[in-house]
T-cell receptor, first 116, second 116 residues
Framework: AQSVSQHNHHVILSEAASLELGCNYS??????LFWYVQYPGQHLQLLLK??????LVKGIKGFEAEFIKSKFSFNLRKPSVQWSDTAEYFC??????????????FGQGTTLQVKP | EAGVAQSPRYKIIEKRQSVAFWCNPI?????LYWYQQILGQGPKLLIQ????????DSQLPKDRFSAERLKGVDSTLKIQPAKLEDSAVYLC??????????????FGPGTRLLVL
């Protein structure tokens, strides 16, 4: 069955600390990978995405993620977090296994709290 | 560009009552998705439309949930009768084309439903 697992449910960091959020997926076939973010009181928005090519992708606000096919992973990183990064982060996947429909399979989310 | 609009933002009903949610996608977007997000979980696709045709409704509880997208623009999602376990945020998303899996989905603010 297709699934996405996010290892950390709740992460607390101080400002300027480095961030890495884990994401592993189970999916047969070619995949697209996404990280979405939901800031407090706002809607889900795309942080970054991987379709093909360079496995290191850069997104908005200094975030990046690396696709490691052999590990079925797509971890999110940021070298120095800010208080404004406090949000919930969702990893998601879709691909040819879903019949090309675009159906996203989401992980359960990670709540990031950054202390000033 | 205007984003995905949803209404109402909040709804409280008693079990066995009916409720309807409305979504207006980004102008020109062919594909529309309804997701259910239960507290502590990631969003789960309920139904996907391409223009006014259903692409995927495999996870829609059809005995109580229904959805339509007349004229290929706005969409409504209805629950009748509601159960306690339907308490969740209902998210609408849209994407531009029909490539499905390689399209970025844009999310609305969601409707938070509480069933008492």
């Amino acid at each position: 069955a297709q699934s996405v697992s996010q290892h950390n449910h709740h992460v607390i960091l101080s400002e300027a600390a480095s961030l890495e959020l884990g994401c592993n997926y189970s999916y047969g076939g070619t995949v697209n990978l996404f990280w979405y973010v939901q800031y407090p009181g706002q809607h889900l928005q795309l942080l970054l995405k991987y379709f093909s090519g360079d496995p290191l992708v850069k997104g908005i606000k200094g975030f990046e993620a690396e696709f490691i096919k052999s590990k079925f992973s797509f971890n999110l990183r940021k070298p120095s977090v800010q208080w404004s990064d406090t949000a919930e982060y969702f990893c998601a996947v879709n691909g040819l296994g879903s019949g090309n429909t675009g159906k996203l399979i989401f992980g359960q989310g990670t709540t990031l709290q950054v202390k000033p | 560009e205007a984003g995905v609009a949803q209404s109402p933002r909040y709804k409280i009903i008693e079990k066995r009552q009916s409720v309807a949610f409305w979504c207006n996608p980004i102008s020109g977007h062919a594909t529309l998705y309804w997701y259910q997000q239960i507290l502590g979980q990631g969003p789960k696709l309920l139904i996907q439309f391409q223009n006014n045709g259903v692409v995927d409704d495999s996870q829609l509880p059809k005995d109580r949930f229904s959805a339509e997208r007349l004229k290929g623009v706005d969409s409504t999602l209805k629950i009748q009768p509601a159960k306690l376990e339907d308490s969740a945020v209902y998210l609408c998303a849209s994407s531009l084309g029909s490539l499905g899996w390689r399209e970025t989905q844009y999310f609305g603010p969601g409707t938070r439903l509480l069933v008492l």
